[in-house]
């Protein structure tokens, strides 16, 4: 394989590779350790050392070049190949898959296809994949500097134009406005202010024109963000909904259901509607004044065209989709899963993987 030390310096060869935990990115070990603990809080799945693994991927390596490497990955030896993301015709490859058997003496498992999906990234905001009919509403997702869980969106794209504001100006002629997720909510609060946004979502309003807060977006509808316990900073809010939020140390990480109660236009086509979906933040919201609850738990807020909810998953039901803007999914995310499991099931010899598991689990006896 290949490696850079840096992105700056010249590849060079390597024929081993020997993973060291704790030295990933800055942060992501930290961020993995905390996924790990929420699936072992949540759903009881523990994953103790060694139990997770990264890929190892390889680009512009040949074939011929893997004659005579070994390849490790701890105490694990490779035992098969996998070629993946092959755009042309299979039958370019033969004889090499043949041939690499032979002088390698390690199996090729499989080919897999470049495969097209409508998986969302995994975060960012990605180029829009889609191009509805002409007559579709828009709907303006606002891309603060550390905007978060922009995946979300992705099933938008299937029946609405959807947009990423980064001006002001992005927002006209919107049907919706969405305030996102955020990583660091009173930054993003003053990035608003300092771009204009602040006194835009407050005309729009007043125009009785949709806005919608998600988890991040709803802290910054409310009147004001306390930040005792050092997670964020403090901040005055947009100031649309009577909320205060204080920051707490513990992150929230699970699993949610949300059921919406009776809504104000226009939101009513969402009342009596149910999705699943999930919490991840740091902090809790209450009222400050009179304001009618729009998901029960506190889970959600609602005055006039003013709709702020902390469960993230709302525009991957396809009933919320088809209340909010008539019309239906083609395919869902579950339906994307399984065309991919299928692929892939389809591309591997997977009497071959069975195999090696039992070759591996008679030497370990």
Known sequence: MQVRSTSSRPTSARTRSVPHSSRGRPGDVKKRQERLEALERDFRIVIGPGGSRRNITTRGVELAQLVGREFMVGEVRCSGFVL?????????????PAELERMTGVQVIGLIPYLHHALPDEDGAP?????PRGDSPTVAVIRYPTASNLDE??????V????WAWAPSDLRGASLVVLPGSKHVASDLAWLREHGFAEAIRERATRREPVLGICGGLQMLGDR?????????????????????RFQAE??????????GSLPHPWSGLSGLGFSGYEIRHGATWPTAAVAEAVEGALGFVHGSVLAIYVHGLFESPAILKAMFGRDVAVGLDE???ELA????????????????EVAAQASS
């Open 127 to 131: 180029p829009i994949a889609t191009a």
């Open 336 to 338: 994307t899963f399984d």
């Open 342 to 357: 299928n692929a892939v099931e389809a591309a591997l010899d997977l009497s071959a993987i069975d195999r090696a598991l």
């Open 160 to 163: 609405v134009r959807l947009r």
């Open 84 to 96: 993946n993301k092959f755009r042309g015709d299979a039958r370019l490859l033969d004889p090499a």
């Open 251 to 260: 992150k929230i990480t699970r699993p949610a259901q949300a059921q919406f």
């Open 225 to 245: 963000i306390e930040d005792a316990a050092g997670v964020d900073g403090s901040a005055g809010g947009l100031g649309l909904l009577p909320l205060l939020t």
């Open 153 to 158: 969106f992705k099933p938008l794209e299937a």
